[in-house]
């Protein structure tokens, strides 16, 4: 029996997708002495897994390094190890078209691979953030065109990864788990999978809609709360008002207000792509979603304004956007990590390339990144570059390995769309603030 399996920890447990979401919870699985198998197609990947060499910030590699060495985790391109598997997880990539409709090829072409190899008394979970009705709509379908039974052969679950790159508190072992299954059996062979490799609470749900839903839900409430935040820093700036003030000022309430901050936009693989699941979905049942749209239309929106703003303040100086010196600080979403995946930084580039600037990217903690399809390797800020520059736009809040003093110092202008700069205490008349 599965259930025995988990308990005993002989259980062998597959993990399809390798990324930011996939190999940390392959590493905490199989520290939770599991044996693990990871499984992606990027064969560059796979190799480093077995070599121990990590590629995610948030995985410890000393933790790596041992669970390969000892064989408790591997890694492979052959699906045809998931023969030996007893727990498929499905952790891959779940994309946004250029029209903004969910693009489910890697979890379909994922289950048809389980599909061939799917065996009694299995468990598929899948991770992979979608709109409410996937795992029983598109998952179940394949799966069952085996013969075997959902519920009765196999076991199948929604159970929303929480992945926050970064976060120094909450990791994939101690965030809290959602999970609601394709029936009481697979929700109850799933919960007691994750309570063995967690050290969080699991909070089980009616099915696998309730889950999906509640991972849309979370990412909704940030969307709509930093689309309003934006607006009210475009307004707040229009009528001469210091927004980051106004923020501070209402976060003394110790009730009924939580705040947001503004920002070129807002970047990762979850708040700016899963609203628009739900908005899909919701058109099957002749709903408009006005407010999650209008809310993405206004996050879309900043990095324009960023750019508008900066063309200002080199106008204020007699300085024409074309043809001017950008010092652009922060390609990554978000701070002090180096994923750039629907970072508002590479649109505020896009904006200022537009407008004939010459903008040079220093970041850090990103070596080189894609843009156009053209490999761009940043650059080491350095007391020269700060003064070759006509204004330096902030557009990632790194708060370590970048000389913020050394910049104000020495750049003409800068524009800080992240409010970093008074952590460090620094400001002056070249120093401006979205």
Same mark, same amino acid.
């Given at each position: 029996?599965?259930?025995?399996?988990?308990?005993?920890?002989?259980?062998?447990?597959?993990?399809?997708?390798?990324?930011?979401?996939?190999?940390?919870?392959?590493?905490?699985?199989?520290?939770?002495?599991?044996?693990?198998?990871?499984?992606?197609?990027?064969?560059?990947?796979?190799?480093?897994?077995?070599?121990?060499?990590?590629?995610?910030?948030?995985?410890?590699?000393?933790?790596?390094?041992?669970?390969?060495?000892?064989?408790?985790?591997?890694?492979?391109?052959?699906?045809?190890?998931?023969?030996?598997?007893?727990?498929?997880?499905?952790?891959?990539?779940?994309?946004?078209?250029?029209?903004?409709?969910?693009?489910?090829?890697?979890?379909? +072409? =994922?289950?048809?691979?389980?599909?061939?190899? @799917?065996?009694? /008394? $299995?468990? !598929? *979970?899948? %991770?992979?953030?979608?709109?409410?009705?996937?795992?029983?709509?598109?998952?179940?379908?394949?799966?069952?065109?085996?013969?075997?039974?959902?519920?009765?052969?196999?076991?199948?679950?929604?159970?929303?990864?929480?992945?926050?790159?970064?976060?120094?508190?909450?990791?994939?072992?101690?965030?809290?788990?959602?999970?609601?299954?394709?029936?009481?059996?697979?929700?109850?062979?799933?919960?007691?999978?994750?309570?063995?490799?967690?050290?969080?609470?699991?909070?089980?749900?009616?099915?696998?809609?309730?889950?999906?839903?509640?991972?849309?839900?979370? +990412? =909704?409430?940030?969307?709509?709360?930093?689309? @309003?935040?934006? /607006? $009210?820093? !475009? *307004?707040? %700036?229009?009528?001469?008002?210091?927004?980051?003030?106004?923020?501070?000022?209402?976060?003394?309430?110790?009730?009924?207000?939580?705040?947001?901050?503004?920002?070129?936009?807002?970047?990762?693989?979850?708040?700016?792509?899963?609203?628009?699941?739900?908005?899909?979905?919701?058109?099957?049942?002749?709903?408009?979603?006005?407010?999650?749209?209008?809310?993405?239309?206004?996050?879309?929106?900043?990095?324009?304004?960023?750019?508008?703003?900066?063309?200002?303040?080199?106008?204020?100086?007699?300085?024409?956007?074309?043809?001017?010196?950008?010092?652009?600080?922060?390609?990554?979403?978000?701070?002090?990590?180096?994923?750039?995946?629907?970072?508002?930084?590479?649109?505020?580039?896009?904006?200022?390339?537009?407008?004939?600037?010459?903008?040079?990217?220093?970041?850090?903690?990103?070596?080189?990144?894609?843009?156009?399809?053209?490999?761009?390797?940043?650059?080491?800020?350095?007391?020269?570059?700060?003064?070759?520059?006509?204004?330096?736009?902030?557009?990632?809040?790194?708060?370590?390995?970048?000389?913020?003093?050394?910049?104000?110092?020495?750049?003409?202008?800068?524009?800080?769309?992240?409010?970093?700069?008074?952590?460090?205490?620094?400001?002056?008349?070249?120093?401006?603030?979205?």
């Amino acid at each position: 029996m599965l259930k025995e399996k988990i308990l005993n920890r002989t259980a062998v447990i597959g993990v399809i997708g390798l990324g930011y979401v996939g190999l940390p919870l392959a590493v905490e699985k199989a520290k939770a002495g599991f044996k693990v198998i990871g499984f992606d197609i990027q064969q560059k990947r796979v190799n480093m897994v077995n070599q121990g060499q990590n590629y995610i910030g948030d995985v410890v590699t000393e933790d790596l390094q041992i669970l390969a060495k000892s064989g408790k985790l591997t890694a492979t391109t052959n699906f045809d190890e998931l023969h030996n598997c007893d727990i498929a997880t499905i952790c891959v990539p779940t994309p946004l078209d250029k029209f903004k409709q969910p693009d489910l090829t890697y979890v379909i +072409n =994922t289950a048809k691979e389980i599909s061939k190899r @799917l065996h009694k /008394e $299995m468990l !598929i *979970v899948l %991770e992979s953030t979608t709109y409410p009705g996937t795992t029983e709509e598109v998952l179940k379908p394949i799966l069952e065109e085996t013969g075997l039974k959902c519920g009765e052969d196999f076991y199948l679950a929604f159970s929303p990864e929480r992945v926050d790159p970064g976060n120094l508190i909450y990791k994939t072992k101690n965030t809290p788990k959602v999970v609601g299954g394709v029936g009481s059996a697979s929700t109850e062979i799933a919960r007691i999978l994750y309570e063995n490799v967690l050290e969080a609470p699991v909070f089980v749900v009616s099915s696998p809609k309730e889950a999906e839903m509640s991972k849309i839900l979370e +990412n =909704t409430f940030r969307i709509v709360n930093i689309a @309003l935040i934006n /607006e $009210m820093a !475009i *307004v707040a %700036e229009k009528m001469g008002i210091n927004i980051w003030e106004v923020i501070e000022a209402a976060s003394t309430k110790p009730f009924g207000f939580m705040p947001f901050y503004p920002g070129p936009g807002v970047g990762g693989h979850c708040i700016p792509i899963d609203p628009f699941y739900l908005t899909y979905k919701a058109r099957e049942y002749d709903y408009h979603t006005r407010l999650i749209e209008l809310a993405g239309e206004i996050n879309d929106y900043m990095p324009q304004y960023v750019v508008q703003r900066a063309m200002q303040l080199l106008n204020e100086k007699r300085k024409c956007m074309n043809g001017a010196k950008v010092l652009l600080l922060g390609i990554a979403y978000k701070g002090d990590i180096d994923d750039v995946r629907e970072s508002p930084a590479l649109k505020v580039l896009e904006h200022l390339e537009k407008n004939k600037a010459s903008t040079i990217v220093v970041d850090p903690y990103v070596e080189r990144f894609l843009f156009n399809n053209v490999e761009i390797s940043t650059h080491e800020l350095t007391e020269d570059l700060c003064k070759w520059a006509d204004i330096a736009i902030i557009t990632t809040a790194h708060k370590n390995k970048i000389d913020y003093r050394m910049l104000v110092e020495n750049c003409r202008l800068v524009f800080d769309t992240k409010n970093i700069l008074k952590n460090f205490g620094l400001k002056g008349e070249n120093v401006f603030v979205l």
